[in-house]
């Protein structure tokens, strides 16, 4: 009798759903994305601010900040992956059909933000959360020393790139990859929590779970990256193999090595050789090192503000934390370059450790490409939970696009940092480029997407780490490691991005593709200027054209996004023409040498 009753009353219910009309269904779920963007903002906000305290200050000993970025993080996690959030939601999405699209994107946004936080398994989050947050201050807590001493990753990068005694290179080297022994525990451990989180919501790891951001499977990523590597490896084995022997020159050995020693390169990880060349009468490093350290900054914004784009706030000047500690400071703080958008709004800050020179220059202007980024589509037609980049990798192209537009020759000339009529080596300066953005691809889309996809897909063996990172950048970079690197190092943990921004790392080698996509037409069809040699400053017709890429956040598509904008997809051919000329200029420069890496991949 009871249960007939239910039954009716059911029936009754589900009648008058059914009967719903669309305008007043559309008002239901407006009310209720409302509400939880409200609460969602707030929550954000407070986690946020927690997170920027744990990552500006952090103190050996005390678990203040982290306490509280715990519980910031867990409230966060609580309302986002709240089982009533997650029914309501999924039970919307079934009649998305009834929905605006951007109803539908917004409640797509809730569920993929509940798959990182189900409630279903409140315990698992916190462990995972109070995971992270240790981990996070290990890496950047951790006091690097060279013979006792000291250093900062500033010194080291500076160090690897200019000293020429190999026994100091390898003993500065071996000092930037101590961090990872402390790191591995904590490594596999985050390994693990983030495969479970996400499985709880159905997606089979944690590296799906990051792509699925793009609308892809982990196949079609992976086949995306590989295909992007095998693209530009006949470029990058001419420079692997000039590389190989100006570096033997360099440091005075005889004998040619088959495969680039780690600690021979300019990079901790390899990751970019530009600081090899040195063009003649185009010395950005010597005219920077006049600058000071907020000249650049202020200078990046200088830029962004020639092209139409407003000043930044007071507010980003007063909170942000832009340069490094003082040497005597009694704390640390995170050392990697970053931009946040703390509230989903007007509070916007970077992190930064900048020092006047070429990479933090492109550095800057990287992350106030972000900055610019979330005010440009902070505005009313972009709501809170879709102010995001069209993807997460047009995010990270803007500013690496401005990065190359301020180092190419007429743009400094244009700011009087070079004399206009200075000679310089066009190949020269084209072989500088290719040393990044080349050399880039196969640690990007190689090393980093591949470790990753066997350490959350394939749940690579904890044993097993070490001896795979660095069978990855031997296949792919053609690099090895100065002596034997047995698994109590654990040389990927040595890298930010592996403990701190999981999964994500094929959205740089993506950005880099986009990156000269947007450059060539911004080139050609803005500024009817050859793409080697630009000049972007003062052009408003540049900011409109980035701004109409930024405005709309996510509210978009970003596969038509990019057709409405430059008419192609995706496309990998832009970068590849920029790079054309330098590949039989290198070929000729390497005759007679033998090249050891294979010649396809
Ligand atoms: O991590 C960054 C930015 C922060 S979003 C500084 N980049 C990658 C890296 O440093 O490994 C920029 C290019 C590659
Ligand atoms: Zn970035």
Known sequence: MKKKVVFGLGAVFLLLV???SRESFQAEVQQFIEGYTKQYQQLYYAASKAEWKSNTRI????????IATRQANEALAAFTGSAKNIATIQAYLKK?????????????????????????????VKERIKAETEQNEKLFGFDFKVDGRSVTTNEIDEALRTETDLKERLKVWKASKEVGTVLKDGLVNLQQLRNQTVQALGYPDYFTYQVSDYGMSTEEMLELNHRLVREIWPLYRELHTYARYEL??????????DMLPAHWLPNRWGQDWSSLVQVEGMNLDAILRQKSAEWIVRQGERFYKSLDFPPLPASFWELSSLYPLPKDAPYKKNNHASAWHLDLDKDVRCLMSVVPNTEWYE??????????YFISYSNPDVPILLRDGANRAFHEAMGSLMGLAAMQKPFLAGLDLLPANRQTDPMQLLLKEALNYIVFIPWSAGVMTDFEYELYARN???????????ELKQKYQGIVAPEPRGENYCDAATKTHINNDAAQYYDYALSYVLLFQFH?????????????ATNYYGQAAVGEFVRELMYPGAT????????????????????LNYFQPLLEYLKKANQGRTYTLPETI
């Open 248 to 257: 033997a020159r360099r440091y005075g050995v005889a004998e040619v090595p």
């Open 96 to 124: 998305e059909n009834r929905l605006t699209a951007l109803q539908v994107k917004q409640l797509k946004k809730m569920l993929y933000l509940a798959a990182n936080n189900p409630q279903t398994v409140p315990e698992l």
């Open 460 to 470: 690579l063996p904890a044993a097993e780490f070490n001896r795979t990172w660095w």
């Open 556 to 575: 978009v598509d970003w596969r038509k996004l990019l057709k409405d904008t430059i008419g192609q997809e995706l496309s990998a051919r832009p970068m």
């Open 18 to 20: 059914g009967c719903q």
């Open 520 to 532: 060539d037409h911004i080139a050609r069809e803005i500024l009817h200027q050859d793409p080697h």
């Open 363 to 372: 550095t800057a202007h990287h992350e106030l490409g972000h900055i610019y």
């Open 59 to 66: 103190v050996e000993g005390d678990s203040t900040n982290a």
